[in-house]
């Protein structure tokens, strides 16, 4: 299985980046897949999870501006992150599982690959 986050980049306060996140080696349709973010001498925290069927979950911090979505005929999730804020730099990673529990209790991933950074400038 692999997964391959990418389009972070450097930003002004008040723009816009959308992450992508191709993954491959699993039945991509039937896992929940999340996006986190972890700075450093911080702990991995979710930012945004869809499940299977499209429900949808984001960390208090990003409501209203981030927006999670899934293409399962391209294997790909995505986030679209708008008025982005200083305080969302970080490297943002993304992970997947069939179960929802895992996917939004980041600390029961055994594994992670790699992640892309964000940096918002203010």
């Known amino acids: 299985v692999q997964l391959q986050a990418s389009g972070g980049g450097v930003v002004q306060a008040g723009g816009s980046l959308r992450l992508s996140c191709a993954v491959s080696?699993?039945?991509?349709?039937?896992?929940?897949i999340g996006w986190y973010r972890q700075g450093p001498g911080k702990q991995r925290e979710l930012v945004a999870a869809i499940s299977s069927d499209g429900g949808t979950r984001y960390a208090d911090s990003v409501k209203g501006r981030f927006t999670i979505s899934r293409d399962n005929a391209k294997n790909t999730v995505y986030l679209q992150m708008n008025s982005l804020k200083p305080e969302d730099t970080d490297v943002y990673y993304c992970?997947?599982?069939?179960?929802?529990?895992?996917?939004?209790?980041?600390?029961?991933?055994?594994?992670w690959g790699q992640g892309t950074q964000v940096t918002v400038s203010s």
């Open positions: 992970n997947y599982h069939e179960s929802w529990m895992v996917v939004v209790t980041p600390r029961r991933f055994r594994s």
């Open positions: 080696g699993t039945t991509f349709s039937i896992n929940a």
